[in-house]
């Protein structure tokens, strides 16, 4: 039996899983060099088309936090390093983070990033250069359904769950991840999109913010920021 815990969110927030390791596996395929292609016509700097794509501070209500991102070589370096956590089964901790690792593009002007922080949750959204493998990351979704996560090989572990949610385009995926602190729980929502010829990701941690005078209501307020980010990308 699972010994209920008081929520810590300083251990447990870094639990909600694959979505940090993936936002740090996203940071060092940009650091970690440019990939070369030769094509015919206009040489066109990569990043010039997502600079386009984003949405904006403009984009948001009065009041909501805005703000780019951008990782240095050392950090992003020091986040995908990072050993991943132990679970059973094997690998879920990082799963998706492998997977987007396996089709990523890298270099400079392959990803662009930024975060929008409401009074309860700070989504993080990127946009990517390269087409996510949308089936490998439904199968290891579908594998990491319910799974535990282990501080040590001989803690009890704390169980998590991963829930496909609906979607409203063929080539795109909605989770919300949950993880289980005895009777306590939090959620964290996950979106990924294939969009023409780029790709979304997008995280949102329910993250308490009383210097923020709009209220988040999750999941709503993630999917309308997902959905508004998509037919950006889709109009450009």
């Known amino acids: 039996m699972l010994v209920r815990r008081p929520v810590q969110w300083s251990r447990s927030v870094p639990v909600l899983v694959a979505a940090l390791t993936v936002a740090a596996v996203v940071a060092a395929l940009v650091a970690s060099g440019a990939t070369t292609r030769v094509v015919d016509g206009t040489a066109t700097w990569p990043g010039e088309r997502l600079q386009k794509a984003l949405l904006t501070k403009a984009d948001f209500p009065a009041g909501v936090g805005f703000n780019r991102l951008h990782d240095t070589p050392d950090a992003a370096g020091g986040a995908a390093n990072a050993p991943s956590m132990l679970t059973r089964p094997e690998g879920c901790s990082n799963g998706l983070t492998n997977v987007i690792a396996a089709s990523g593009e890298r270099g400079p002007g392959s990803a662009e990033k930024y975060e929008v922080i409401y009074d309860g949750a700070r989504i993080m959204m990127t946009v990517l250069s390269w087409h996510l493998d949308l089936a490998a990351l439904e199968a290891t979704a579908s594998r990491c359904e319910h799974f ?5 090989a001989a803690d009890a572990g704390i169980p998590m769950t991963t829930t496909a949610l609906p979607h409203s385009h063929p080539q795109e995926l909605m989770y919300k991840q949950t993880m289980a602190l005895g009777s306590d729980a939090a959620d964290v929502y996950m979106g990924f999109a294939n969009i023409g ?17 709009v209220k988040a209501e999750l999941p709503q307020t993630f999917l309308t920021v997902f959905a508004k980010q998509s037919e950006r990308l889709r109009a450009v």
Request: negative net charge.
């Open 197 to 213: 010829s780029l790709s979304l990701f997008g995280v949102v941690f329910p993250t308490p913010n009383p210097n923020v005078n």
């Open 148 to 152: 535990v996560v282990l501080f040590d």
